[in-house]
């Protein structure tokens, strides 16, 4: 042998790996468009097993299976995995992966968008999933029933660590607010990009969520308007940002609305208002102070899109009432920024009570 090639006659041939376009494994060819990084280091991968805490009674749920290198390993601690992937290319070799090992009988393969499927019953969530669907992933995960123990989930590092921030942070935003709201949020190891194959450009994160059971006790179309409201100009003070022309019309229009029905509102918590306001969270906005107000979707179609600020009307009486709420409760001068979930819910109690609301 000489160097990396074999002795032949006349002269050496070099050894080549067969290799698909793309960092291909078992001659299959992955897409970076369609967020396809298969997880290649052993380490890694048992390192996200062993802190998922796997009981032998479980169903774990994993999300874009790949090659099936997390899935051998999911197998022999669960008792049941369910497998959603979406490309069939993968699916057959998961299959074949696992054809005539023990493990085959213990894996349910569904193909199809996760977006889209229905998720059956299971205990936890473990998943390298395709970055451009982690926040529509996430809010699909939390508005699910039967509420399941823990997610652990590898994210963009970058989404992960706005997911996990806290107030004050200078990540803190409303994906942070929305799901620290619905969870307890946990950064569990960061994974760099030479981890995988063919790698990504960034590097990646893996945390841990696990949802809150019950939910708070609030009605979540309103939370999502009031926090879509504050996070649009979230350094700006609560007391500029509720001056906004726009945001008084339309507040003092819900307030009129209320008050004709002269029912009391009470929070609704039903599955269907959770499962729409996760679709409206998921959603993720700019959190930008050069960002006009009057562009904010609380309730629907843009504020912008139903009157300009020519025509924007409100009474003075309503604006006085909105200014004393705020100073009341002393959050005029505070900034969405430094705001917590018991802020946010104590500013949407406090509205609330005076006839104000977001949806």
């Known amino acids: 042998m000489a160097g990396n090639g074999l002795r032949a006659a006349g002269g050496v041939v070099k050894k080549t790996a067969k290799r698909a376009a793309g960092g291909g494994f078992s001659g299959i060819e992955f897409h970076k468009s369609k967020g396809q990084h298969i997880l290649k280091n052993p380490l890694v991968v048992q390192s996200i097993v062993d802190k998922a805490g796997i009981k032998s009674t479980d169903v774990v749920l994993e999300i874009g299976p790949g090659t099936g290198n997390l899935t051998v390993k999911l197998l022999e601690r669960a008792k049941r995995v369910i497998a959603v992937e979406y490309d069939h290319r993968m699916v057959l070799e998961l299959q074949r992966r696992v054809q005539g090992t023990p493990h085959a009988a213990h894996l349910q393969v569904i193909q199809g968008d996760v977006l889209k499927v229905q998720l059956p019953y299971f205990d936890l969530c473990v998943a390298n999933i395709p970055y451009q669907i982690s926040s529509p992933?996430?809010?699909?995960?939390?508005?699910?029933?039967?509420?399941?123990?823990?997610?652990?989930?590898?994210?963009?590092?970058?989404?992960?660590?706005?997911?996990?921030?806290?107030?004050?942070?200078?990540?803190?935003?409303?994906?942070?607010?929305?799901?620290?709201?619905?969870?307890?949020?946990?950064?569990l190891l960061k994974v760099g990009k030479n981890n995988f194959r063919p790698p990504p450009k960034v590097d990646s994160s893996v945390v841990r969520i696990e949802p809150r059971h019950p939910p708070p006790p609030v009605n979540f179309l309103e939370w999502d308007g009031l926090v879509r409201l504050c996070f649009g100009r979230k350094n700006k003070t609560l007391g500029a940002i509720f001056r906004q022309s726009n945001t008084l019309q339309l507040l003092e229009r819900n307030f009129k609305l209320y008050q004709a029905?002269?029912?009391?509102?009470?929070?609704?918590?039903?599955?269907?208002?959770?499962?729409?306001?996760?679709?409206?969270?998921?959603?993720?906005?700019?959190?930008?102070?050069?960002?006009?107000?009057?562009?904010?979707?609380?309730?629907?179609?843009?504020?912008?899109?139903?009157?300009?600020?020519?025509?924007?009307?409100?009474?003075?009486?309503?604006?006085?009432?909105?200014?004393?709420?705020?100073?009341?409760?002393?959050?005029?001068?505070?900034?969405?920024?430094?705001?917590?979930?018991?802020?946010?819910?104590?500013?949407?109690?406090?509205?609330?009570?005076?006839?104000?609301?977001?949806?």
């Open 137 to 187: 992933l996430t809010f699909k995960l939390l508005a699910h029933k039967p509420v399941f123990r823990a997610a652990i989930i590898m994210f963009q590092h970058e989404f992960a660590m706005r997911l996990v921030a806290k107030a004050a942070h200078p990540m803190y935003c409303r994906l942070a607010v929305n799901t620290q709201l619905l969870a307890r949020v946990n950064h």
């Open 261 to 359: 029905l002269s029912t009391p509102a009470m929070p609704d918590t039903t599955q269907d208002t959770l499962s729409a306001a996760m679709s409206r969270m998921a959603t993720d906005e700019p959190e930008n102070d050069s960002e006009s107000i009057a562009d904010m979707d609380m309730d629907g179609p843009s504020v912008h899109g139903h009157t300009s600020k020519k025509n924007s009307k409100y009474s003075e009486e309503f604006k006085a009432r909105i200014l004393a709420v705020l100073q009341d409760s002393e959050y005029s001068e505070k900034r969405s920024a430094k705001l917590c979930q018991d802020d946010f819910l104590h500013l949407l109690s406090v509205f609330n009570a005076a006839g104000v609301h977001f949806a």
